[in-house]
Structure formats: structure tokens, C-alpha cells
């Protein structure tokens, strides 16, 4: 049976299916899911494109930042870096080759799907790595841990203020938390379509936004969760999250669930496996769901450009490959803008290189009060 078989039998027999369960399944199923099943393809060919398919200069760049935190926590003899998210493991290849020759770096890569795992072995043979199923399994550990396009595919939980769901007496447009409803997933005939239910969880009270009648948003209690679970893994060190998303003052006004293959924009409900499924990151609430320090935010263009200073010889002109990278990675029309770029992190004082030319970091969060 297909996805969408499975998923119509058990919505026919149990009722609605909340969205964040169906987006679960579409991305996570192990034998049909987009993720799991090894299905996401990525580059020009494939179904979206990511920094890493410029090629080895976004690796060779955050090495560097990786080998500053090394040397700001005192050259330690025990320095681990874990990647999630890493595909079949080129940015971890790519990040491994250009690391100074004496820093010590065992890698750690946090992957429960078999397919991806056995890509990422054959990628990565002879070095010295270790695979965990989850973050659970991770060992208390001093070094960095990074992502590229790890939140954003998180399952989220669709909410929808509705006029209909207001309680009585209150007019249609004014605040009131009751109006929030969540979306889940329905049949009309063979098609999946969205109808509106109680919210699942009282924690998604805390995050409803501000905004008026007929507005549906996402909310990522997983991304929150990853993160405060991931927190107290790290001894020393550094987490960096690079994903596309928001600050909470500049939350679009509008939802930001999209599913993209061959890189077009498709319904999120139809044909489910086939297509990603991603949502924009809220990294103000991101920062705030740990004990870890803040240490930088900005966008990719200006994150780069501090990281260039550590990468290219002054006075001395980038090869001709390198420098076309550099303007797709950077360039604020290009991937420079559309990413952002979150550090957070314990025992570690000074800034970092990559943040040379970004704003306070809390200020830029909406977290200085």
C-alpha cells in the first residue's frame, strides 16, 4: 500500500489526523516517508537546493569557525563535533577536510534512518565517526554541534484563528485566545483537506501570535524540545543552527508551510512522501528554549562575510570556483539573505568571527528584555 492509502485507511477509521502527525508521517514513515525512506533528493537535479550543493567552500568556511571555538576553549585534546540533518554526509566530509591538521576532531552524527546512515559511511569511510539514533544518545561532550536545514522540518502544529471558534460575544477581529483552533486532516471523498479541532496541547497557547481573524501559522513545540534536549549534551561549546525562519518581531504575516518538489511549490496534503515539507524556524523562540548562551544571530550574508576573513588570504585573489561560490553562498539575492544563522553556547567568551558583522545578538531576537 502507498502513503496515501495507509493514511486515508486510518483517518477513515479514527477521524481527523492532526496536521503535525500527518506532516510526521509524510517526512518520518521509515517505508514511505520523504526523509526516511531516503526518497529527498537535493541540488539542481532534485527537489530543492542547499547550501551545500555549491559545493566544498560552505564546509570549508564553518571549519574555520569550528577550529576558533577550538581555540577560544584552549585547544582541548577531547573536541567532538556531531552534525544532524547531514544527509548522506558531504557537509560533514567537506567540514572534516579543511580543519587544521593538528585539531583534534572526532565526528558524531545524530541519523535514525538506515538509508542515510549507510550514504553517509560510505561517504565518510576511515574516519573517526560515531552514528546515535537521537540526541538522547548523545555523550556529555565539549565542541560543536551543527545543523544545515534541521527545524525547519521538524513536524509543526497548524493553528487557525477562526471567526467560527470565538466565543460568544465576542466580536469577530478582537484578541481572544479561544478563537485559536488546530488543523487537522480530513477526508472529503479520496482527497486529504484541513478542518479545524480543539488544540491538541495547552503548550501551544504560549506561542499563538498576535494576529487577526483567519490567520494560520505554525507552531514548532519539536524544534523547542530538540533544542532543550540537546542543551545540556554540551559541556563546552557551540550549537549552530542555520535555517531558514523569523524573529518573533518579524514573524510573516502569512503561514510559511510549503512543500517543494523538483523544486516547485505543491499542495502539502496530495501525494504525501513524495514532496518535503518544511516550515520557517522561529528562532526567538529557539534561543529561548535552552539554558545556552546567546552568542550570535544574523543572516548568512553577513555571517560569511566574517568567516571570509578567516578563509582567504589577504592580498592574495580566491580561485575563480571559490569566489562564484562565495557570491551564491553570500549574496543577499541569492541563498545570503533567505538563511539565518543562530549560535548558542556555554563556556565561551569573545565573539565569534562569523558574527564580525552582525547586531546584538538579543537585541536582534527580541530577548533584551
Avoid at 545543523?147 to 471558534?165: G, I, K, Q, Y
Avoid at 522561529?282 to 555571517?303: E, I, N, R
Amino acid at each position: 500500500m502507498s502513503l496515501t492509502e495507509i493514511l486515508r485507511a486510518e483517518i477513515a477509521a479514527h477521524g481527523p489526523m492532526l496536521f503535525r502527525d500527518f506532516m510526521a508521517r509524510a517526512l518520518y514513515d521509515p517505508a514511505h516517508g520523504y526523509y526516511a525512506s531516503g526518497r529527498a533528493r537535493i541540488g539542481r537535479k532534485g527537489d530543492y537546493f542547499t547550501s551545500v550543493s555549491v559545493g566544498p567552500l560552505f564546509g570549508a568556511l564553518l571549519a574555520r569557525q569550528f577550529a576558533e571555538v577550538w581555540e577560544k576553549l584552549g585547544r582541548p585534546a577531547d573536541f567532538t563535533l556531531v552534525e544532524q540533518g547531514a544527509h548522506d554526509g558531504s557537509l560533514a566530509a567537506d567540514v572534516l577536510a579543511a580543519l587544521p591538521a593538528e585539531m583534534p576532531a572526532r565526528l558524531t552524527i545524530v541519523e535514525p534512518s538506515p538509508h542515510w546512515r549507510c550514504l553517509q559511511q560510505a561517504k565518510l569511510a576511515g574516519r573517526d565517526v560515531r552514528w546515535v539514533d537521537d540526541v538522547a544518545a548523545i555523550d556529555p561532550f565539549t565542541g560543536v554541534h551543527f545543523s544545515n536545514e534541521l527545524p525547519d522540518a521538524f513536524p509543526v502544529h497548524l493553528v487557525h484563528r477562526s471567526c467560527d471558534a470565538l466565543v460568544a460575544g465576542s466580536a469577530c477581529g478582537a484578541p481572544a485566545a479561544d478563537a485559536w483552533r488546530e488543523r487537522a486532516v480530513v477526508l472529503d471523498g479520496d482527497r486529504f483537506v484541513f478542518a479545524d479541532v480543539p488544540l491538541s496541547t495547552e503548550r501551544l497557547r504560549a506561542h499563538l501570535p498576535d494576529a487577526p481573524e483567519g490567520s494560520i501559522a505554525e507552531v514548532n513545540l519539536a524544534s523547542l524540545d530538540w533544542i532543550a534536549a540537546l542543551a545540556p549534551k554540551l559541556t563546552r561549546g557551540l550549537v549552530l543552527v542555520i535555517d531558514y525562519g523569523h524573529t518573533r518581531a518579524d514573524r510573516p504575516a502569512a503561514a510559511t508551510l510549503e512543500a517543494i518538489a523538483a523544486h516547485r511549490r505543491v499542495d502539502p496534503l496530495e501525494n504525501p512522501g513524495a514532496a518535503d515539507l518544511t516550515a520557517h524556524v522561529d528562532f526567538t523562540a529557539l534561543a529561548a528554549a535552552s539554558d545556552l548562551d546567546v552568542l550570535g544571530f544574523t543572516d548568512q550574508h553577513h555571517y560569511l562575510t566574517g568567516l571570509a576573513r578567516l578563509h582567504f588570504v589577504e592580498g592574495v585573489p580566491p580561485a575563480p570556483r571559490d569566489m562564484r561560490a562565495f557570491q551564491t553562498l553570500a549574496h543577499p539575492t541569492l541563498l545570503g539573505r533567505s538563511f539565518k544563522v543562530l549560535a548558542l553556547g556555554r563556556g565561551l567568551e569573545g565573539q565569534l568571527a562569523g558574527f564580525a558583522f552582525a547586531r546584538d545578538a538579543l537585541r536582534a531576537l527580541g530577548l533584551d528584555g
